[in-house]
């Protein structure tokens, strides 16, 4: 069971990225998903997440701002972010509940 996301870089303010989290295995489609960040020297946290069904939840700080989406026929998660700040530059990282694993991580810098 891997992980692997993908789909950081550098962006100005205001911008937008899309991340993306492959997943091997047949766990995806059970499993209820995250996405975490972490700023350096500052605790993971978690950004979004969505069920298997497709229920969302979201950090206030990025209401309105992130989408998490999931495409169960191509085990893939997706992360879409818009209006982007420099306080969300951080390592991003997907997350299976099922299983507790957790992907490497990509990097978003959003410069001011």
């Known amino acids: 069971v891997q992980l692997q996301a993908s789909g950081g870089g550098l962006v100005q303010a205001g911008g937008s990225l899309r991340l993306s989290c492959v997943a091997s295995?047949?766990?995806?489609?059970?499993?209820?998903m995250d996405w975490y960040h972490q700023a350096p020297g500052k605790r993971r946290d978690m950004v979004a997440a969505?069920?298997?069904?497709?229920?969302?939840t979201y950090a206030d700080s990025v209401k309105g701002r992130f989408a998490i989406s999931r495409d169960n026929l191509k085990n893939t998660l997706y992360l879409q972010m818009n209006a982007l700040k420099p306080e969300d530059t951080a390592v991003y990282y997907c997350?299976?509940?099922?299983?507790?694993?957790w992907g490497k991580g990509t990097l978003v810098t959003v410069s001011s």
């Open positions: 295995g047949s766990f995806f489609r059970i499993s209820a």
């Open positions: 969505i069920t298997a069904g497709g229920s969302t």
């Open positions: 997350h299976s509940r099922s299983g507790d694993v």
